[in-house]
C-alpha cells in the first residue's frame, strides 16, 4: 500500500515554455503533498508544501509565479513549472502524507527528469 | 531549526560484511527519526522510522537502525550487507507537531561483491 506515482516520468522541454508535473496517491487519501527538487549526487530540498483545497506554502527562496501548485483533490498535486529555464533542469519528487495510514510516513513518487533545453 | 548530518559521503563494505550509515540529528524537541534509501533516477523508498519507545527499529529489507538520544545518533545498521543494497541513503528528522522533512545530504553505500 501506499503507493505515489508521478507523470511525466521524464519530460524535455524548450525554454520558455510551461511543463505540469502530476503527483497522484493511488491507494490512500493525502491531506498534505510536498514538492522536492534535487540536484545531481545532492540531497532534496523541500520546495512546497501543498494542503488540499488551500494555498501551497511555499520554502524561502521559491518562487511561487514560477512554480505553481495546485492540490485539487486528496488524490491529485500538481507542479507547473512556468517559462521553464535551463536552470530549471532538474529532479523532481513529490511525497505525500496519508490520512488515516501512518500519517508520520511520507510516501515518494518516483520522480520526474525534467530537461529544458 | 532542525538539520540532520551525514558525515560519510561514501560508505564501501564488502558483500556478508556488516554495514553502518551514520546520521546525527539536531532538533529541539522529540524527533521523528526516518531512513529512506534512493536508487538511481527513483523516487525514495521508506525504510524505517523511530517515533518512540523501543530504541532499536526494525525495518525493510533486514535493515535496522538504533535512536541514541544521549549521542544524537540514529545510524542505519545491516549485519550482512548484499550487492544490491549499493544505493544512496537519506537520513531526515522531523519535529512532531510538524509536517516536513529535513534531510541530510545523503551517503552513497557500494557493496562490493
Known amino acids: 500500500g501506499a503507493v505515489v506515482s508521478q507523470h511525466p516520468s521524464r519530460v524535455i522541454c524548450k525554454s520558455g515554455t510551461s511543463v505540469k508535473i502530476e503527483c497522484r496517491s493511488l491507494?490512500?487519501?493525502?491531506?498534505?503533498m510536498f514538492w522536492y527538487r534535487q540536484f545531481p549526487k545532492q540531497s532534496l530540498m523541500l520546495m512546497a508544501t501543498?494542503?488540499?483545497?488551500?494555498?501551497?506554502?511555499?520554502e524561502q527562496g521559491v518562487e511561487k509565479d514560477k512554480f505553481l501548485i495546485n492540490h485539487a483533490s486528496l488524490t491529485l498535486s500538481t507542479l507547473t513549472v512556468t517559462s521553464a529555464h535551463p536552470e530549471d533542469s532538474s529532479f523532481y519528487i513529490c511525497s505525500a502524507s496519508a490520512v488515516g495510514v501512518a500519517p508520520d510516513t511520507q510516501y515518494f513518487g518516483p520522480g520526474t527528469r525534467l530537461t529544458v533545453l | 531549526a532542525q538539520s540532520v548530518a551525514q558525515p560519510e559521503d561514501q560508505v564501501n563494505v564488502a558483500e556478508g560484511n556488516p554495514l553502518t550509515v551514520k546520521c546525527t540529528y539536531s532538533?529541539?524537541?522529540?524527533?521523528?527519526l526516518f531512513w529512506y534509501v534512493q536508487y538511481p533516477n527513483r523516487g525514495l523508498q521508506f525504510l524505517l522510522k523511530y517515533i518512540t519507545g523501543d530504541n532499536l527499529v526494525k525495518g525493510s529489507y533486514g535493515f535496522e537502525a538504533e535512536f541514541n538520544k544521549s549521542q544524537t545518533s540514529f545510524h542505519l545498521k545491516k549485519p550482512s550487507a548484499l550487492v544490491s543494497d549499493s544505493a544512496l541513503y537519506f537520513c531526515?528528522?522531523?519535529?512532531?507537531?510538524?509536517?516536513?522533512?529535513?534531510f541530510g545530504s545523503g551517503t552513497q553505500l557500494t557493496v562490493l561483491p
Open positions: 491507494d490512500f487519501q493525502a491531506t498534505t
Open positions: 501543498s494542503n488540499e483545497g488551500s494555498k501551497a506554502t511555499y
Open positions: 532538533v529541539s524537541g522529540n524527533p521523528y
Open positions: 531526515a528528522v522531523r519535529l512532531g507537531s510538524a509536517r516536513q522533512l529535513t
